[in-house]
């Protein structure tokens, strides 16, 4: 909630209940809001509870504009670094990834087709309301193709039998897919990139969680000074 109100998205309104004021950081939220002149709703704790699939309730809920962002207005500068979530399905993760590009100075998420939608309740809990102000795009294949080429961003993707990351000069501008827990990347995307990267692990362990590969990767191949 801290993130939402500390972002410029619209809040179009809010709901309480006595929940609210067990707590200071409760009472300090719905303070914040009543202060900004919105509406704010008193509801019974049933009716609050049935509005919330949250299992520990602050007993405030906001409603704000999702922003509608696109490729179309995602400026690259001359140094650049792009995430691409490709059929990643686990709302933790895609929270967890949303939160690490941010804390790496990713510029934006692009999301595929196939992945959860980054702004499910259980995707905006796991990233802590990142999301409010790192720019997280939702488009298909053909668009971030597109995008990459006019930008001259090359795509690079992580997959088990690249290239190991610690031997590469990353590019000033970088966009790095990650794929699907299980399956990993899709083949159109994997065909799309220009090449594979692969973290070094120790015998005897196959794989790493995507968010866990996604962050060491990330900053393995963050711009150089």
Not at 48 to 53: G, K, N
Request: hydrophobic letters at 50%; aromatic letters at 2%.
């Amino acid at each position: 909630m801290e993130e939402l109100l500390a972002s410029p998205l619209r809040i179009v309104g809010a709901l309480t209940c006595d929940l609210v004021d067990r707590t200071p950081r409760g009472a300090a939220l719905a303070a914040q809001l009543h202060a900004r002149d919105l509406e704010v709703v008193r509801v019974s704790e049933r009716e609050f509870l049935s509005a919330t699939d949250t299992e520990q309730p602050q007993g405030v809920l906001a409603i704000a504009e999702q922003p509608q962002a696109t490729l179309d207005g995602l400026g690259v500068g001359p140094t650049a670094r792009l995430l691409v979530l490709d059929g990643i399905q686990d709302p933790g993760n895609v929270g967890t990834l949303l939160r690490t590009a941010a804390a790496l100075g990713v510029d934006a998420t692009l999301v595929l087709p196939g992945t959860v939608d980054p702004w499910n309740a259980k995707v905006v809990r796991s990233a802590v309301g990142i999301q409010f102000r790192h720019r997280t795009i939702s488009c298909t294949e053909e668009a971030l193709g597109a995008f990459l080429g006019a930008a001259g961003v090359p795509l690079w993707g992580a997959a088990a039998e690249g290239t190991p990351v610690e031997t590469l000069v990353p590019p000033a501008r970088l966009a790095l897919a990650v794929g699907n827990e299980g399956a990993g990347l899709k083949p159109s995307v994997r065909d799309a990139c220009a090449g594979l990267v692969a973290l070094p692990m120790a015998p005897g362990v196959e794989s790493l969680n995507v968010a866990v590969a996604a962050g060491i990767a990330l900053y393995a191949l963050r711009p150089r000074a």
